[in-house]
């Protein structure tokens, strides 16, 4: 061995050259971060198709024969069933593989968008916004924890980042594209604009995700499931759970039913519509931005008024 060698990383005391070791947290290949943009695209589907209705109440309610009030329910009937999937889905899938699990659920989304497209009546389009509220449940309560199997330790922020985007993008975009959609196709037609990229999030999950076999530590884990209820026991947990429910139905109360009211009360126009929504959407990413830093340091006088605010504005 000559001097040269002993002193070259990548020659070993045995004279055999060796290629150095990637490290650790070295970037993925590209088929894993193709699944994870793959399950991106999903979630702004998802997204998308839970918001649309807002922007094309009013049609909807019309050629379907029913109020705007009944109509808004098709928002309602998917959170529920988003959240009873969300709760039981892990138990009842701890045997199965992730893989198959979630391309169940994108095959849901392209039914739901089906269904909604082509539905005669209102019982038919709440029998396609329920599927709907089963593929976002079960797509977010696994969605977090298969990204953090298909990527890297050190690369797990920068996988959640791209999974969320496609939320944040789809909550930006999808109610005033809905709006212009209405205009031109149809609100029929804007549902069924969705299909073909859920079809195109289905193909790509699957031949992108790798075989991802449940781990004995979430099988063990589903077991003690029901213990997320006993949570709701300690007055904390219980008086935080109620005060998010309470915001987040307030605000999506007034979402819901914002073009009814614009348009009847304020009397603007479709164009007009659909440029008030993507600035109540730029809005609410700005908003995100700016309050994610001030959080770091003023948590509790952000999200809960002082009292002496309160009085000034109520007094």
């Given at each position: 061995?000559?001097?040269?060698?002993l002193?070259?990383p990548?020659?070993?005391?045995?004279?055999?050259?060796?290629?150095?070791e990637?490290?650790?947290?070295s970037?993925?290949?590209?088929?894993?971060?193709?699944a994870?943009?793959?399950?991106?695209?999903?979630?702004?589907?998802?997204?998308?198709?839970?918001?649309?209705?807002v922007?094309?109440?009013?049609?909807?309610?019309?050629?379907?024969?029913v109020?705007?009030?009944?109509?808004?329910?098709?928002?309602?009937?998917?959170?529920?069933?988003?959240?009873i999937?969300?709760i039981?889905?892990?138990?009842?899938?701890?045997?199965?593989?992730?893989?198959?699990?979630?391309?169940?659920?994108?095959?849901?989304?392209?039914a739901s968008?089906t269904?909604?497209t082509?539905a005669?009546?209102?019982?038919?389009?709440m029998?396609?916004?329920?599927?709907?509220?089963?593929a976002?449940?079960?797509?977010?309560?696994?969605?977090?924890?298969?990204?953090?199997?298909?990527?890297?330790?050190?690369?797990?922020?920068?996988?959640?980042?791209?999974?969320?985007?496609?939320?944040a993008?789809?909550?930006?975009?999808?109610?005033?594209?809905?709006?212009?959609?209405g205009s031109?196709?149809?609100w029929?037609?804007?549902?069924?604009?969705?299909?073909?990229?859920?079809?195109?999030?289905?193909?790509?999950?699957?031949?992108?995700?790798p075989p991802?076999?449940?781990?004995?530590?979430?099988?063990?884990?589903?077991?003690?499931s029901s213990?997320?209820?006993?949570?709701?026991?300690?007055?904390?947990?219980?008086?935080?759970?109620?005060?998010?429910?309470?915001?987040f139905?307030?605000?999506?109360?007034?979402?819901t039913?914002?073009?009814?009211?614009?348009?009847t009360?304020?009397?603007?126009?479709v164009?007009?519509?659909?440029?008030?929504?993507?600035?109540i959407?730029?809005?609410g990413?700005?908003?995100?931005y700016?309050?994610?830093?001030?959080?770091?340091?003023?948590?509790?006088?952000?999200?809960?008024?002082?009292?002496?605010?309160?009085?000034?504005l109520?007094?």
């Open positions: 061995m000559t001097p040269q060698a002193t070259r990548d020659v070993q005391n045995d004279g055999i050259r060796r290629e150095p990637a490290p650790a947290n970037a993925m290949p590209n088929a894993a971060w193709g994870v943009v793959s399950m991106a695209l999903c979630v702004a589907v998802l997204i998308a198709s839970e918001f649309m209705p922007s094309l109440l009013s049609p909807i309610a019309n050629e379907l024969g109020s705007e009030g009944r109509a808004g329910q098709a928002i309602s009937i998917s959170g529920i069933f988003a959240v999937t969300s039981f889905v892990t138990g009842l899938t701890r045997q199965l593989d992730r893989r198959l699990v979630l391309a169940s659920f994108s095959l849901m989304l392209v968008g269904t909604v082509l005669p009546n209102y019982v038919v389009l029998i396609g916004r329920a599927m709907l509220g089963i976002i449940g079960g797509f977010w309560s696994m969605s977090t924890a298969i990204v953090m199997r298909l990527v890297p330790e050190g690369s797990v922020p920068r996988g959640l980042a791209t999974l969320n985007a496609g939320n993008i789809a909550a930006t975009i999808s109610a005033p594209l809905g709006s212009l959609l031109y196709i149809g029929r037609g804007a549902f069924s604009a969705i299909v073909p990229l859920a079809l195109l999030a289905l193909f790509w999950q699957w031949v992108s995700l991802l076999p449940p781990r004995r530590s979430e099988a063990s884990s589903s077991k003690g213990n997320v209820f006993r949570l709701l026991l300690r007055p904390q947990v219980a008086i935080g759970m109620a005060s998010i429910m309470l915001l139905t307030g605000q999506f109360a007034l979402f039913y914002l073009r009814p009211f614009l348009e009360v304020t009397a603007v126009s164009s007009t519509l659909s440029l008030l929504l993507l600035l959407g730029l809005a990413v700005a908003g995100t700016f309050v994610s830093h001030l959080l770091q340091r003023r948590l509790f006088s952000i999200l809960v008024p002082r009292h002496r605010d309160y009085d000034s109520t007094g």
